[in-house]
Nanobody
Framework: QVQLVESGGGSVQSGGSLRLSCAAS????MGWFRQAPGKEREGIAH???????TYADSVKGRFTISQDNAKNTVYLQMNSLKPEDTSMYYC????????????????WGQGTPVTVSS
């Protein structure tokens, strides 16, 4: 059973920064998603097991995903936060398939809230 434990959410003023952490029980492809009330879930950052990362346009240039393989932990550094970044943030894990890349996200954390005030 894959376990994902998120931390680091909170409240910050517009322009501020937060860093989210997600500790996994193994090494996986990892992603960060967010979902605000009444809105669809949005995938915002993904990192493959060897470090290749991608970002949604909404966060590109402001958010950075990184991983510490020794700790099986993925981070999301969020800078220049805007009120529209207010959401519940979730990390997710996918199996890495040799010669196949990352599978679909199957495992999800419990979520951590981020509130950005103007």
């Amino acid at each position: 059973q894959v376990q994902l434990v998120e931390s680091g959410g909170g409240s910050v003023q517009s322009g501020g920064s937060l860093r989210l952490s997600c500790a996994a029980s193994g090494r996986y492809c990892m992603g960060w998603f967010r979902q605000a009330p009444g809105k669809e879930r949005e995938g915002i950052a993904h990192i493959e097991i060897y470090g290749s990362s991608t970002y949604a346009d909404s966060v590109k240039g402001r958010f950075t995903i990184s991983q510490d393989n020794a700790k099986n932990t993925v981070y999301l550094q969020m800078n220049s936060l805007k009120p529209e970044d207010t959401s519940m943030y979730y990390c997710a894990a996918a199996q890495y398939i040799v010669f196949g890349g990352c599978s679909s996200y199957t495992y999800w954390g419990q979520g951590t809230p981020v509130t950005v005030s103007s």
